[in-house]
């Protein structure tokens, strides 16, 4: 298994990109660990299979530090000026770094606080459908899924929501999106735009504290020096980039499913309280993750009976594992009615991600709201036009729909 050749992610293929699915279930079938070519052109290790790749986000062996794998071009992916900045971070850093950063932000992420949220989440969220249903159509990405979780990450940090749009070009530029490396000049120049912006935001919370969220970071570390300037300014980026992004695909990706899922849209219609429990499915299903997770091997490691060298760049392929047959019955199915639904979407262990709460909140928020107020909701387009981004991060570039404005009668006799 281990002296085949890495199979290639094919990034360039269109149905690939909209369903890489089967080419998944081939490579989990394959066996349990399998080498890759994935996003820029790098080679990892995949894990494939639920058990082991629960195992493997627990695993002390696997770092989440870049540093730590033997492929350089890793770090050439990340800014060449900002590196270290962009390593300080939750997300690439290990104990007891990790457990000191995490401790700093984890209070306002609470289930308590993330539900004191809810009213404001609502009145955001029926703000935005006020906006098209008059229409009869929309862009449901960036007429709603889009703006509402930055709006909720703007308001939660304490960022101007109209500048969403200068941080979202920023991000949309240090993103890899296919098979081929990023091109440093424009990574580089984002990061300088994105580096500019945030430390005029900590400058302006140092002069003009608030009750938000950067307030209280910037005071941690200009009084306490529990954070270094760096380790606050990628602390920023990150609550900043991953308190939207995975909740935009979440809420899209969910959509699309029942919209090219009639049985399961009409179930969850007839029973609302379905909700929570469709969006772990949706989350199971097609998560905004795609494939996974990175490690770095630490010293040579056996995962499911494979040994993976030190250096190695480690993808828990989520995306696969959730579609394990040998966890999850009949898993190629979306079953919003699905019971013991423990997915990996949001990993696993001390990485657990610290927003799964808010995520999941303005999922049932977003999707419940849009199924109420939008009455005969459909795709605008067939299933195959759909746009899909390519690789990370996935879901629908845009999602085009069509529905019965208000004010108007619907049609009479049954609809989904």
Not at 256 to 261: D, F, G, R, V
Not at 371 to 400: C, F, I, K, S
Request: glycine share 6%.
């Amino acid at each position: 298994m281990t002296d085949q050749p890495p199979v290639p992610l094919p990034y360039a293929d269109p149905a690939f990109v909209a369903d890489p699915f089967p080419l998944y279930r081939r490579l989990r079938e394959e066996g349990p660990v399998r080498r890759a070519v994935i996003a820029g052109g790098l080679e990892a290790w995949l894990v494939t299979r639920y058990d082991d790749g629960l195992a493997a986000l627990s695993d002390p062996r696997l770092s989440s530090d870049v540093r730590d794998a033997s492929d350089t071009r890793l770090l050439r992916q990340l800014p060449e000026t900002e590196r270290e900045s962009m390593l300080s971070t939750m997300l690439r850093s290990d104990p007891p770094d990790h457990t000191r950063l995490r401790r700093l932000v984890s209070k306002a992420f609470t289930a308590r606080r993330v539900a004191g949220m809810r009213p404001r989440i609502q009145a955001l969220t029926d703000r935005l459908l006020d906006a098209v249903v008059p229409a009869g159509h929309a862009d449901l990405i960036a007429d709603f899924a889009l703006p509402l979780p930055v709006t909720v990450i703007s308001e939660l940090l304490g960022v101007p929501v109209d500048d969403r749009h200068d941080f979202q070009h920023w991000t949309d530029r240090m993103i890899v999106r296919g098979a081929e490396p990023p091109d440093p000049a424009v990574l580089n120049e984002a990061w300088q735009h994105m580096r500019g912006y945030i430390t005029g935001l900590v400058q302006d919370k140092r002069a003009h504290p608030g009750d938000d969220l950067l307030s209280a970071l910037t005071t941690a570390r200009d009084a306490d020096q529990r954070l270094t300037e760096d380790e606050l300014i990628a602390m920023v980026f990150l609550l900043l980039v991953a308190g939207y992004i995975t909740t935009v695909n979440l809420i899209g990706s969910g959509i699309a499913a029942l919209l090219t899922h009639p049985d399961q849209l009409a179930l969850l219609r007839s029973d609302p309280d379905l909700l929570p429990g469709a969006i772990e499915e949706f989350l199971r299903y097609d998560g905004p993750v795609n494939p996974g997770i990175a490690r770095f091997a630490r010293e040579d490691a056996e995962i499911g009976g494979v040994t993976v060298p030190r250096g190695a760049t480690v993808l828990i392929a989520s995306a696969i594992a959730d579609r394990d047959p040998s966890r999850f019955p009949d898993p190629d199915r979306l079953d919003i009615t699905r019971q013991d639904n423990a997915h990996l979407a949001f990993g696993h262990g001390i990485h657990y991600c610290l927003g799964a709460p808010l995520a999941r909140l303005e999922g049932q928020i977003a999707i419940g709201t849009a199924l109420r107020r939008l009455p005969d909701l459909a795709l605008a387009v067939p299933p195959h036009a759909l746009r899909w981004r390519p690789a990370g991060l996935r879901g629908p570039e845009a999602l085009p729909v069509t529905f019965t404005p208000e004010g108007v009668a619907a049609p009479a006799g049954p609809r989904p």
